[in-house]
């Protein structure tokens, strides 16, 4: 058990991090499409009592695909434009929008995308209360150093 929690202290490396990031959207996106699009996978016929057209299902399954665009772009650009602190709010609700467009895939017998993405919400759930999951050089981006002389 300690071996375990040694291993959850360290930090992973920029590469690690990267390629991650890259498989992660890669894999949402491409199981989103293949069940949502080609398979034509049904939505819940209601959303917080409000009915769903099938207009706005191939938003909403769309919208859910795009969820993917967020990991992917961050490690393949592979530039920082957000402090350390607004990734980690991005984090937050990547991983409260991955729940949310889990429940709102219609349930079937055999494991389907909503099982994929209700256990992929807990790595972005896992980097936000962590904050290892941000490259070494986005961790200092926007801040002013100062060099203290004595």
């Known amino acids: 058990m300690l071996d375990f929690i040694k291993f959850l202290q360290k930090r992973p490396s920029d590469c690690v991090i990267r390629t991650t990031g890259i498989l992660f959207g890669l894999i949402i996106i491409a199981s989103g499409y293949y ?3 080609h398979q034509n996978d049904a939505l819940v016929a209601s959303i917080f009592g409000l009915e769903i057209t099938e207009a706005y299902a191939v938003y909403i399954k769309y919208g859910i695909i795009s969820l993917g665009a967020f990991p992917l772009i961050k490690n393949i650009v592979n530039k920082c434009f957000l ?7 991005l984090q937050l ?3 409260v929008s991955l729940f949310l467009s889990a429940s709102l895939i219609e349930d079937s017998a055999n494991l389907n ?3 994929l993405y209700v256990f992929m919400w807990l790595l972005p ?3 936000w209360i962590t904050g290892k999951f ?3 050089k986005c961790l200092k981006h926007g801040e002013k150093i100062q060099k203290i002389r004595v």
Do not use: R
């Open 83 to 89: 402090k350390k602190n607004q990734i980690k709010v």
């Open 113 to 115: 995308v909503d099982t």
């Open 134 to 136: 941000i490259p070494a």
């Open 35 to 37: 069940n949502l699009i």
């Open 125 to 127: 759930l896992f980097s």
């Open 93 to 95: 609700i990547l991983a």
